[in-house]
């Protein structure tokens, strides 16, 4: 077992000695929290900030329009003169057009598409038409309306009042940092391991020294558990750094079942370290290390929900997404860390992921090359 070890440290060791390790392990992971999880907060969810928008309100517009501002900035709107991507245009004349019972038009307009444009025009909408509903009441008191009737026509309790709020557990998919940093370290995980991992096994191939092992008092089994051991502990390093730095940097929330979450991610560790193995196994050079490697990993992370939640594609894809390992560590850590699922419900993913990486090791074990 001395020799085992000692195997298993020197690995370690020369692994560590390449800048590429390094760069892989430390420093893109952290690069990668910042800026997906910066574009994609608030993406198919509500940010915690007010959102920014541009009101363009010409001088004449009166007070209605006041009062249409005012109604915005209570929407968790963010009024600003230029950066947003929303822009509410009120037309000149507005409120004595409005008075005078004249058709008026307020334009919205919104640079991009989707779930958060469909916000936006909810949102805005809801003021308006409030603003409307006020508008009738106040004139059955005063006429013509003046924006004191407005305003205690605003102040008075509604009579009928909508309450929503979450029925138990959460439900929306996760959203920024929750979802970048877990997303992150499934996908770094096995593009190091199937990168600059494998390339390793293909130099010492190169060089001789799988040769020499092979000469060694040592069984195939010793040398390629020394191996894959070593790549175990590089990737458990990875894990505990950026499981610290989302959590000190980006505010992660890892849920209350953390030695679950560390299950899962060493389940998947280990399968990703048979899989590069098996990628340099399967591949003569250097070049088809990290060309297949570089394309797999990306195409297994998209695929599996490593980019965004993949809860918010359809359900053929959520469906196709568990027929991949990506698939299996992302689901399993959505569940503990932002559903709040009891360990039990990721023991199939486990399973699943421990599985694969004995399979794949006894394969790699049995046909690994020395030369």
Request: aromatic share 10%; with cysteine.
């Amino acid at each position: 077992m001395s020799t085992w070890f000692f195997l298993v440290r020197k690995d370690v060791q020369y692994l560590f000695r390449m800048r590429e390790i390094w760069v892989w392990t430390f420093v893109m992971p952290v690069v990668f929290f910042y800026f997906i999880g910066s574009i994609t907060k608030g993406a198919g969810g509500r940010s915690e900030d007010k959102d920014p928008i541009i009101v363009s309100v010409p001088p004449d517009a009166g007070f209605l329009a006041q009062r249409l501002t005012h109604a915005i900035e209570a929407r968790d709107y963010r009024i600003v003169d230029k950066g947003s991507r929303v822009k509410l245009e009120v037309p000149a004349g507005f409120t004595e057009s409005v008075l005078n019972g004249k058709p008026v038009k307020l334009k919205l307009s919104r640079v991009g598409e989707g779930l958060n444009a469909d916000y936006d025009q909810a949102r805005v909408g809801r003021v308006v038409y409030t603003l409307l509903a006020d508008l009738v009441l106040a004139e059955k008191s005063t006429s013509p309306v003046t924006l004191e009737a407005l305003e205690k026509v605003a102040a008075e309790p509604r009579m009928l009042q909508l309450d929503v709020k979450a029925a138990g557990k959460r439900h929306d998919p996760p959203t920024g940092f929750e979802q970048a940093v877990p997303g992150t370290i499934v996908q770094f995980l096995m593009l190091v391991m199937f990168t600059v991992s494998a390339v390793m096994l293909t130099v010492g191939r190169e060089n001789g020294v799988m040769r020499r092992l092979a000469s060694a008092p040592l069984s195939r089994f010793a040398v390629v558990s020394s191996k894959w051991a070593g790549r175990m502990v590089l990737g458990m390093i990875q894990i505990a750094f950026a499981m610290t730095t989302g959590t000190l940097l980006f505010g992660v929330n890892w849920g209350t079942h953390l030695w679950a979450v560390l299950v899962v991610l060493f389940a998947y560790a280990s399968l990703a370290v048979s899989l590069g193995f098996l990628l340099s196994n399967f591949t003569s050079n250097q070049r088809q290390v990290v060309g297949l490697g570089v394309l797999s990993s990306n195409v297994l992370a998209a695929l599996g929900g490593c980019w965004w939640p993949i809860e918010i594609t359809p359900p053929w894809a959520q469906k196709m997404a568990l027929l991949f390992p990506t698939g299996w560590a992302m689901d399993a850590l959505h569940k503990l860390v932002n559903f709040g699922a009891e360990p039990l419900s990721v023991l199939p993913h486990v399973v699943a992921l421990m599985i694969s990486s004995l399979i794949t090791g006894v394969i790699v074990s049995r046909k690994f090359r020395f030369h």
